[in-house]
């Protein structure tokens, strides 16, 4: 394996990382026009607090995706083929979330107009839910054939460890969502948020031990990363406590910026229990290794110049355009 494979491997973890720390909380606000709202003039309140950022926070998806296609064709091709359905489901769900923020604005009724916001609040909830199932059933192991082939059936897909991991990222999703609403509003908004995600914590603890637990029964990353996944899942849940913590004591931006971590935290978790492999088969010998999954090294030398080069802009960009919102969102 080089070093350039080795490169791309972490960036496309980063990528996925920085992801669900942006889109994250986007998915929490739009969850909580269905639940933590109580009026129209509180859902108009949670839908400004991400009406400058949610579509460039998709932003990574689609870096890493395009990401994963240059630099990894042969995983790219693998994961897409053999998770068609979801990905699908993924894909009409972003396209339906996307077109709820101007359909609701221009709906003439107040039924149409709370038709996309149920749409928005479900679309919330189920994006973070299937990446979750995705990733988790991903990494048990799937029926794969020699050439990449997956031909996994429905329980392959949706099994404990995959319910557990949707619901847990969901729930993440939705405590960062929180976080956030009361990092970004005053009012009665700002103090509920801060007590619904006080209470929710505690789920999320149970949760993450169900998590541990059928990780270590569904797949093999404490056989060949013990150390590592230990100190993970550890820092997981020191990350879940000190956003707690953050919670209970109003420290808004502490709590925000570790429910943030902790979704970074579970990215690496997956991506080094993945390594040195791709896609993990269930005849090991199948399992697509970083190596052998990689484009040509000029491709991604080129690949390395042209992303150097570029992304200090983007990121300056994107950190420009929270500045400028910063301030909070009254009612």
């Known amino acids: 394996m080089s070093g350039l494979q080795l490169f791309w491997f972490i960036l496309i973890a980063v990528l996925f990382g920085g992801f669900f720390f942006l889109e994250g909380f986007d998915f929490g606000v739009g969850m909580s026009v269905l639940t933590l709202a109580r009026n129209k003039r509180e859902v108009n309140q949670a839908i400004a607090t991400i009406g400058p950022f949610w579509d460039m926070n998709e932003v990574w998806l689609l870096t890493a995706g395009g990401a994963m296609f240059a630099s990894f064709p042969y995983w790219y091709a693998s994961l897409f083929s053999g998770y068609y359905n979801i990905l699908l489901l993924i894909l009409v769900c972003l396209i339906l979330r996307g077109v709820t923020f101007e359909f609701r604005h221009r709906s003439e009724t107040e039924k149409g107009e709370r038709a996309w916001e149920i749409i928005l609040g479900l679309t919330s909830f189920a994006i973070p839910f299937l990446f979750g199932l995705m990733f988790t059933s991903m990494i048990q192991g799937v029926p794969m054939d020699a050439h990449g082939d997956v031909y996994a059936n429905f329980i392959n897909y949706v099994n404990p460890l995959s319910l557990v991991g949707g619901v847990a990222v969901a729930l993440m999703s939705f405590l960062h969502g929180l976080n956030y609403i009361a990092l970004k509003t005053d009012g009665s908004m700002r103090q509920r948020a801060n007590e619904w995600a006080n209470k929710l914590y505690f789920v999320l603890y149970a949760g993450e031990v169900v998590f541990a ?3 270590a ?6 056989e060949k990363h013990a150390v590592l996944t230990i100190v993970l899942l550890a ?7 000190l956003a707690h913590l953050s919670v209970a004591k109003k420290r808004e931006m502490a709590a925000f910026l570790s429910s943030g971590l902790t979704f970074l935290a579970l990215v690496a978790l997956l991506f080094q229990g993945l390594f040195p492999r791709v896609m993990i088969a269930e005849n090991p010998a199948y399992s697509i290794l970083i190596k052998d999954a990689s ?9 390395s110049i042209i992303t150097m080069a570029i992304l200090p802009f983007v990121l300056a960009y994107m950190a420009w355009t929270y500045h400028v919102f910063k301030k909070r969102i009254s009612e």
């Open 217 to 222: 029964l569904y797949t093999d990353f404490v």
């Open 235 to 241: 820092v997981i849940v020191l990350l879940t406590a």
């Open 295 to 303: 484009s040509t090294h000029y491709t991604l030398t080129t690949m």
């Open 213 to 215: 637990i059928l990780l």
